[in-house]
């Protein structure tokens, strides 16, 4: 099982780093305040495992909408758990969030992060999100590679 795990992590981890945008891909739009406007309902897969998965393959959650209060059009969503009162909550209280927001030049789409991050800080987190996971990974490996063959030896010796 860990095994089993630590390879797929290994995985996830490389293509991560090779879908990483450098960081002249991005364009800093700046930090914009947004407010929430609506409350919908959204369905996501379940991502319990046994029983669970099996009789509930998908959830609802609830996405809470927010707009930048500047009338630029940027949006951005936040989802929350599967309680509509929570997320009505957040709706009903109306605080207003900073976010930074980084255009990706090639397409023109755009994405909101933490106000605190820059393009290259956010590409940095990125990066080192996907090597640790790599790296991990990959160590369990080695070590799983080595018991193996510290085992294999003495099986050998015995003979």
């Keep these: 099982m860990g095994l089993m795990l630590s390879i797929a992590c290994l995985t996830l981890g490389v293509k991560g780093i090779a879908t990483i945008r450098p960081v002249s891909d991005y364009k800093d739009m700046g ?5 929430p406007y609506k409350v ?19 959830k609802t959650v609830y ?13 951005w969503k936040l989802e929350t758990s599967n309680d509509k009162d929570y997320a009505n909550q957040i709706l ?7 976010r930074r927001v980084l255009s990706i030049k090639e397409n023109g ?11 290259d800080t ?25 018991l193996w063959l510290v085992m294999k030896r003495r099986t050998v010796e015995k003979l």
């Excluded at 009903?92 to 900073?98: H, L, P």
């Design 92 to 98: 009903a209280k109306g605080d207003s969030v900073d």
């Design 31 to 35: 930090v914009h305040t947004f407010s």
């Design 40 to 58: 919908l309902p959204h369905t996501v897969e379940n991502r319990a495992t046994g029983p669970d998965k099996r009789n509930n393959p998908t």
């Design 109 to 119: 789409k755009y994405m909101t992060v933490d106000a605190k991050l820059t393009a």
């Design 63 to 75: 996405v809470v909408y927010y707009q930048a209060l500047d009338g630029t059009g940027y949006q």
């Design 122 to 146: 956010y590409v940095e987190g990125q990066q080192k999100r996907y090597l640790w996971m790599a790296g991990l990974s990959s160590g369990y490996l080695v070590l799983c590679v080595a």
